[in-house]
């Protein structure tokens, strides 16, 4: 009996639709698995998250009310609680990512690098995965300090599409750094040389963004600089998400996009630089 011409076709989306499906579903499925082993790390140690608060709300409570009362800082019609917040939720996802390096390296020493390499899944969505992961920390930073902007009556934008934007850009924002944390510790791979690169790096990272003054303010060298920092990007994209009216020095949609578009780059080097690690 000839075989139905119905049972010879191919699948709708063509021969290879149900093995690109299943290697896409099987993607997300190893990045939400490297997702939850850093969520579970953090369960275990909640206190990190508590000091870590400590840092942003001196700078808003202190630094932030002292700079709103002398006005020695052109913030527009902004208040200067209003510039600065959305920068230093900014700050806090860059220093808790720029770190993010020192686990991989205590990794290596468990050998949990090693079984990582021998698993299945890609280096690229490896290195993705625990790069998005990082954003974990990122989220808890934005509750504090959201938190901190309502004791202080620092008016914000709370509305759906803001929060929604705002928890976009610290994905962004945290899995460009991290990955940059990551190369750092492929090259390095001791704890005390990873820390002061990590500790040269950032002060210049967050003094040359517009974090805490506007660009227009900076001399014309350091705006030049300014311009190929991807911290000026996340503030700027986090200070239009969450001040309402606030002037923005690029669109949301670019800042964004050159996060992501960095934040990519980063993430195909260091899954080529990973399996040095197990070195």
């Given at each position: 009996?000839?075989?139905?011409v119905?049972?010879?076709?191919?699948?709708p989306?063509?021969?290879?639709a149900?093995?690109i499906?299943?290697?896409?579903?099987g993607?997300?499925s190893?990045?939400?698995?490297v997702?939850?082993y850093?969520?579970k790390?953090?369960?275990?140690?909640?206190s990190?998250?508590?000091?870590?608060?400590?840092?942003?709300?001196?700078?808003l409570?202190v630094?932030?009310?002292?700079?709103?009362?002398?006005?020695?800082?052109p913030?527009?019609?902004?208040t200067?609680?209003?510039?600065?917040?959305?920068g230093?939720?900014?700050?806090?996802v860059?220093?808790?990512?720029?770190?993010?390096g020192?686990?991989?390296?205590r990794?290596?020493?468990?050998?949990?690098?090693?079984?990582?390499l021998?698993?299945?899944?890609?280096?690229?969505?490896?290195?993705?995965?625990?790069?998005l992961?990082?954003s974990?920390?990122?989220?808890s930073?934005?509750?504090?300090?959201?938190?901190?902007?309502?004791?202080l009556a620092?008016p914000?934008?709370?509305?759906?599409?803001s929060i929604?934007?705002?928890l976009?850009?610290?994905?962004?924002?945290?899995?460009?750094?991290?990955t940059?944390?990551?190369?750092i510790a492929?090259?390095v791979?001791?704890?005390?040389?990873f820390?002061g690169?990590?500790?040269?790096?950032?002060?210049?990272?967050?003094f040359?963004s517009?974090a805490?003054?506007p660009?227009?303010?900076?001399?014309?060298?350091?705006?030049?600089?300014?311009?190929?920092?991807p911290?000026?990007?996340?503030?700027?994209?986090?200070?239009?998400?969450?001040?309402?009216?606030?002037p923005?020095?690029y669109?949301v949609?670019?800042?964004?996009?050159v996060?992501?578009?960095?934040?990519?780059?980063?993430?195909?080097?260091?899954?080529?630089?990973?399996?040095?690690?197990?070195?």
């Open positions: 009996m000839q075989p139905s119905w049972s010879s076709r191919s699948p989306g063509g021969p290879d149900t093995p499906a299943e290697a896409i579903v993607g997300f190893q990045v939400a698995a997702f939850g850093e969520l790390k953090l369960s275990h140690d909640p990190e998250l508590l000091l870590r608060a400590v840092q942003p709300a001196l700078w409570v630094f932030g009310s002292v700079f709103t009362e002398i006005h020695a800082i913030t527009g019609s902004l200067y609680l209003q510039f600065l917040t959305p230093i939720l900014a700050q806090s860059l220093f808790v990512a720029i770190f993010y020192i686990a991989s390296i990794e290596r020493e468990l050998g949990i690098v090693t079984k990582f021998v698993s299945p899944t890609p280096r690229i969505v490896l290195v993705g995965g625990r790069a992961s990082a974990l920390r990122g989220f930073q934005a509750v504090i300090i959201f938190l901190l902007a309502l004791a620092v914000l934008d709370f509305s759906v599409l929604l934007g705002v976009l850009a610290i994905v962004l924002g945290a899995a460009l750094f991290s940059l944390s990551m190369i492929s090259l791979k001791t704890q005390e040389r820390l690169i990590g500790q040269l790096m950032t002060m210049p990272l967050f040359a517009n805490i003054y660009v227009s303010i900076m001399p014309r060298w350091l705006q030049v600089v300014s311009a190929f920092n911290l000026t990007y996340l503030v700027d994209a986090l200070r239009t998400l969450m001040v309402p009216g606030a923005s020095q669109p949609g670019v800042d964004l996009a996060l992501a578009g960095v934040a990519f780059v980063l993430i195909w080097i260091e899954s080529r630089l990973y399996p040095r690690m197990a070195q």
